[in-house]
């Protein structure tokens, strides 16, 4: 299930931790548009455990996404 995962995002989360924290993510009428990310590797990321989508509201929301750290450094060290 992995193998799908934007594993640039991964490496940018591991070289800066708060890399996550600053990225957010628009939800519209149109649909998503994210900063260089896509939704399904968003939503891998979040199944697997190495990220937390908090939404928001009303409709055209912003979703922040935050990291758990431990999965990030226990990744870090595999691809060390």
Do not use: C
């Not at 990310?37 to 009303?58: N, Q």
């Amino acid at each position: 299930m992995l193998e799908n995962i934007n594993y640039d995002l991964l490496e940018k989360i591991a070289e800066d931790p708060e890399y996550v924290q600053k990225k957010y993510i628009e939800a519209s009428e149109l649909g998503w548009r994210i900063p260089s990310v896509i939704i399904r590797d968003v939503e891998l990321l979040e199944k697997a455990g190495f990220i937390t989508i908090t939404r928001g509201w009303p409709v055209r929301r912003t979703i922040e996404i935050t990291f758990t750290g431990h999965v990030v450094l226990a990744w870090r060290r595999a691809h060390a």
